[in-house]
Structure formats: structure tokens, C-alpha cells
């Protein structure tokens, strides 16, 4: 059986003394960093249920819901008779992906940009940003909230989970010069954006108090997950305040154009 608790891979979510318990999302942490890595590279076959089950001493049961799990976020690709394979998409790709940066969104129409960075900002958001990240342990993850400006009005709040090890520098003192958004986009090699949008309510993803909103309001959510080479590192929800209008008639695909508040 392979070491589960060696600082390199681990199924176990943490570090545990005594009998350690394997998890699914354990052991799809342990095959997130084998692709990252090349063990696996894109295009190839890993190893089958029973011998990821014999390895990690699971059930094949467990190990399924590992792989199920990445075949539903686009990682690997699940055929009967043929087996698992590594997407080929997972390459990187020539060039960096691009990321829309709120600062400019705001000046380029001439209108003053400004930021306020919370640092940790309490809300329980269950599993949700460890699973976007296929992380095991939400111990691995860091999470903060920014608030945004347009005009010294405030237009959106921006809660923020991102993968200490792939992103130390992302720190307080960093966060308070320059958004995460506006730092990512500039200095990380982003080689995927995954982006989704939705209507949410303020309670439900933890910004009413942010927005200063009841919980029920009807909010325009701008979720988007980064990945570096074949792992995601960065998900983050961006709500647009209720009040705020949004011009779509000349928008980039994922790139919202906000207009201010109205007075």
C-alpha cells in the first residue's frame, strides 16, 4: 500500500497519528497532484479502479467517487472498456490565459476605482471552496474578502478562496496594495478560467453584511475558478451589489462591464 500520510501525497485529508482513514477527496488530491506533476501527463490512461482501491487500501467504491469527480469537472475522461485518460485540454497552452481585471473595467470608462481588502471574512461556505479546488483538507485553502468602488460608491463585495501552496505570495501586506483580481491577472501563468454566473441571494453566498443588503436580495454572482497547469488554485465569488447595472451590449465573453450606482 502506497504511504498515505507522507508529506508529498496524502488520502487521508490531514495528518493524523494512529489509524488514518481514507477519503475520496483524499484520493483525488493524490491524483490531482500526479497529473500536475506528469506522473500522469494529458492523453494517458491511469490506473484502474481496482488497482487505485488495492493501492490506497479503499473501497472501489470511494475510489469511483474520486474519479467520478474528476471526469465532472473536465480533468479526466471515464470510458467503459477503454478506462480512465487524462484530458488532453489540460496541456497548457501557448500562451497565458487572459483574466478581465476589474480595476480596468471601472477606469477605462473614466470612472475612479478604489478597493477595500477585509482579510478574513467569517461565513460558513461548507465544502464548496475545497471541492472547487480539489483540496482535502480546507486547512490548504485561504480565504479573504475585498470590497469595490466606483466612484467612492460601493458596486461589489468579493469573497476569496485561493491554495496556499500554489499562491504564498498572496499575502495580507500584498492584498492591501493591489485586489487578488488585479494580481492574479498581471503575475500568475493562468492556464484555465472556468466561469460561471448566476443569481444568487446576498445571505446565501455570505455578503449581505459585506454589501450592507438584506439576506434575501437578488444578486448578480460572478463566480470563477483559475487553474495553473493542471490544478485549479484560485475560486472566487464576486457579487454585484443589487443596485448595480451591468451593459452587455459590447462585453467580452465572462467580462461584465459594471456601471456605477445610481445617486
Known amino acids: 500500500m502506497s504511504n498515505l500520510t507522507g508529506p508529498a501525497e496524502t488520502a487521508t485529508g490531514r495528518a493524523r497519528t494512529g489509524r488514518s482513514v ?13 497529473i500536475s506533476n506528469g506522473t ?4 494517458s490512461l491511469i490506473p484502474t479502479e481496482q488497482q487505485f482501491a488495492a493501492e490506497f487500501g479503499s473501497a472501489r467504491a470511494t475510489v469511483n467517487r474520486a474519479l467520478t469527480s474528476l471526469a465532472e469537472r473536465g480533468v479526466v475522461e471515464r470510458r467503459r472498456r477503454v478506462g ?8 497548457p497552452p501557448p500562451g497565458r490565459v487572459s483574466l478581465p481585471v ?6 477605462e470608462r473614466g470612472w475612479r476605482f478604489g478597493f477595500s481588502y477585509l482579510g478574513p471574512v467569517d461565513h460558513p461556505a461548507g465544502g464548496e471552496p475545497a471541492e ?8 490548504d485553502l485561504r480565504k479573504f474578502g475585498t470590497l469595490f468602488y ?31 483580481n488585479e494580481w492574479l491577472a498581471h503575475n500568475a501563468p493562468l492556464t484555465q478560467v472556468e466561469r460561471i454566473v448566476q443569481a444568487r441571494s446576498a445571505g446565501a453566498v455570505g455578503v ?11 444578486l448578480l454572482v460572478y ?9 485549479p488554485v484560485s475560486w472566487a465569488q464576486f457579487s454585484l451589489s443589487p443596485e448595480i447595472r451591468m451593459d452587455v451590449s459590447d462585453c467580452e465573453c465572462g467580462a461584465p462591464l459594471i456601471a456605477p450606482p445610481q445617486r
Open 22 to 34: 481514507v477519503t475520496w477527496a483524499g484520493i483525488r488530491s493524490v491524483i490531482m497532484d500526479r
Open 40 to 43: 500522469y501527463p494529458p492523453g
Open 84 to 91: 480512465t485518460r487524462v484530458v488532453l485540454g489540460l496541456e
Open 102 to 107: 476589474i480595476r480596468d473595467m471601472v477606469e
Open 132 to 139: 472547487r479546488l480539489f483540496r482535502s483538507d480546507p486547512g
Open 150 to 180: 466606483c466612484d467612492d460608491r460601493l458596486f461589489g463585495a468579493e469573497r476569496h478562496w485561493i491554495d496556499t501552496a500554489a499562491l504564498p505570495q498572496l499575502t495580507d501586506t500584498l492584498l492591501r496594495t493591489v485586489t487578488a
Open 208 to 218: 449581505s453584511r459585506m454589501l450592507r443588503c438584506p439576506a434575501d436580495a437578488p
Open 223 to 231: 463566480e470563477t475558478t483559475l487553474w495553473m497547469g493542471a490544478r
